[in-house]
């Protein structure tokens, strides 16, 4: 018998499967879409990376004197503010806030996004929902193509997921929890303290 | 048989040359990941372009469905991006972003098996159905998809590697994490049992 390795038929099934196969352009204008759209956000990151670089700064003694003087002014108008908040939460009056996409917008609201402009139904799943496939629906913007709902979460570590015309899938935007792994790919969503 | 007769007329045909790797795109991809990172998006077009159509062609063979095989594609690119910043240049980009795509087919494949329990008792009912219009270009491509899906998907995986991207075993091990004697049994073993479909059929 011929070493299966070298069978006239495996070659065949190889050589057959390396032909290249026919792909969609919409398939990748819809890719480089999303790539865009991640554009100005890791930018972003790499900015803040710029600015959080140590760096050394060189004073005269008059640069230190202004400089102690403006630190001094910056913690008087701080140490208002937070005295004025105080006052506004003692009064009772709610706070307005923006809705902006792909961040909290409140340490407690948060505003999920997923870019999906040919699917039919979007639904968002987590521990917050119960798991329930029903009870968080996203609505689709045709504008921009993509589906949010905001909705508000309890401080702390949140598991989720979508569910794109029935199929379970995790946040491409959002890290995968560590536990989830092979098959229950699950994303994590921090509320309160850092934004992720 | 008309199968049998095509491919042993045409056995003896050269190996196309799918060389892994050309030198060219090499020094292209460095030249590419440093514009992206210097905040040129459009660069990442011309990186997409140069494999979308080669990580596709794994992606269907592995996964099997255009739809799935999308998605793999979307989330690799998108996730490759991402990581940009991480790639270190020693790396091949080529085999860092297969890296990423192998993983992706790997958890989309995951999630369909458990998707498609619930479709196997429904497959008696779809064989009396009648044809459906299929959405791959021949005869060919239609026979190859079905007996690649009949493996396991790791030996697939193993093999796809191996004959389809003519990866040499450290290149496979580099990408999987499994060892090179491992591999070579599953290439192996995804040959015997292409081997032993061939040997059923013929018959017939």
Known sequence: ?196 | MQTFVRFVTDRHVTRATGGWVIAKDMSDDAADVQRVLAGDVEAYAALVDRYYDRCARFAIRMLGDRDDAEDALQATFLRAYRALHRYQERDRFSAWLYRILVNQCRSIAARRSHRERVFVREEAVLLNAPARATSWAGEDEEIVQRVLAELDPLLREAFLLKYIEEMSYEEMSALTGVGVSALKMRVKRACDRLRDRWERIKDD
């Open chain 1, 1 to 196: 018998m011929i070493d299966s390795e070298e069978h006239p038929y495996v070659e065949w099934i190889a050589r057959e499967a390396r032909r290249p196969v026919l792909t969609d352009s919409a398939a990748r204008a819809r890719l480089m879409a999303a790539i865009r759209a991640e554009a100005p956000r890791a930018l972003r990151r790499r900015r803040w990376a710029g600015l959080l670089a140590p760096r050394t700064l060189m004073l005269s003694p008059l640069g230190g004197a202004l400089l102690a003087a403006g630190l001094v002014g910056i913690g008087v108008i701080a140490g208002r503010f937070v005295h004025n908040r105080d006052v506004r939460a003692a009064d009772g009056r709610s706070t307005t806030v923006a809705v902006t996409p792909q961040l909290p917008v409140s340490d407690t609201v948060v505003q999920f996004v997923f870019t999906a402009p040919r699917t039919t139904r979007v639904s968002l799943v987590g521990d917050f929902n119960d798991w329930d496939t029903n009870r968080t629906p996203l609505t689709y913007d045709g504008n921009v193509g993509v589906w949010t709902v905001t909705l508000p979460l309890s401080a702390g570590r949140h598991l989720y997921a979508f569910v794109v015309d029935g199929s379970w899938i995790p946040d491409p935007r959002a890290p995968l929890a560590p536990d989830g792994g092979f098959g229950h790919a699950n994303s994590v969503k921090i509320v309160g303290g850092s934004r992720s």
